[in-house]
């Protein structure tokens, strides 16, 4: 398995503009988790889904923040507008259930200017 | 709220050395720990996951014990080298989503 991809691997935008992250999960992994990482608060929970339905949003910070998942195998982070407080590099992970071991992807290095 | 900590935050040691990296939690009710390695802009890769009923888990030159009733984890590295030079984290999964709670990670460099 080539493991859980992300893209774009870094992206650079401009301060309002849209930002869509992606994510293929591993297949047949069931639970699929968005974080964000950035050096004063380490790694933050976004959102969980489980069987492609969000289950705790909590983590996300503004409405300026959604996420979908339309199928078991693609998931998807936007940001609009986005804000230079915003960047970030941005994981998706996924797993077999919960509390199992989970796999991140490379992440999506985000800086908006 | 369970609370992840690493101590030390960076260590630095000569190639050969065998070395431990620290993790603690506050609340000992778990279900496993995860430790994790990262790279530089890279993500993270899991390196071992030890269950709550697990004492150890080995994986070649690795070895991470646990003890739940006093909070706290090990990750031992045998005769170190410099491409072991990463972060390392650890992670428990708490919360209603059982999400993973992370420590701030210990930044290890093997000197050749």
């Known amino acids: 398995d080539a493991g859980v991809i992300q893209s774009p691997r870094h992206e650079v935008t401009e301060m309002g503009q849209e930002v869509t992250l992606r994510c293929k999960p591993i297949s047949g992994h069931n639970s699929l988790f968005w974080y964000r990482q950035t050096m004063m608060r380490g790694l933050e929970l976004l959102i969980y889904?489980?069987?492609?339905?969000?289950?705790?949003d909590s983590g996300m910070p503004e409405d300026r923040f959604s996420a979908k998942m339309p199928n078991a195998s693609f998931s998807t982070l936007k940001i609009q507008p986005s804000e230079p407080r915003d960047s970030a590099v941005y994981f998706c992970?996924?797993?077999?259930?919960?509390?199992?071991?989970?796999?991140f992807g490379q992440g999506t290095r985000l800086t908006v200017v | 709220k369970q609370e992840v900590t690493q101590i030390p935050a960076a260590l630095s040691v000569p190639e050969g050395e065998n070395l431990v990296l620290n993790c603690s939690f506050t609340?000992?009710?778990?279900?496993?720990l995860q430790w994790f390695r990262q790279d530089p802009g890279k993500g993270l890769t899991s390196l071992l996951l030890?269950?709550?009923?697990?004492r150890e888990q080995t994986s070649g030159r690795l070895n991470a014990s646990l003890d739940k009733s006093s909070g706290r984890s090990t990750l031992y590295i045998a005769a170190s080298q410099p491409g072991d030079s990463a972060t390392y984290l650890c992670a428990v999964p708490s919360g209603s989503a059982r999400q993973l709670t992370f420590g701030s990670g210990t930044q290890l460099t093997v000197l050749p």
């Open positions: 992970a996924s797993s077999l259930g919960t509390p199992t071991e989970a796999f």
């Open positions: 889904f489980n069987n492609n339905v969000p289950i705790d």
């Open positions: 609340d000992s009710a778990i279900y496993n």
């Open positions: 030890i269950q709550s009923s697990q």
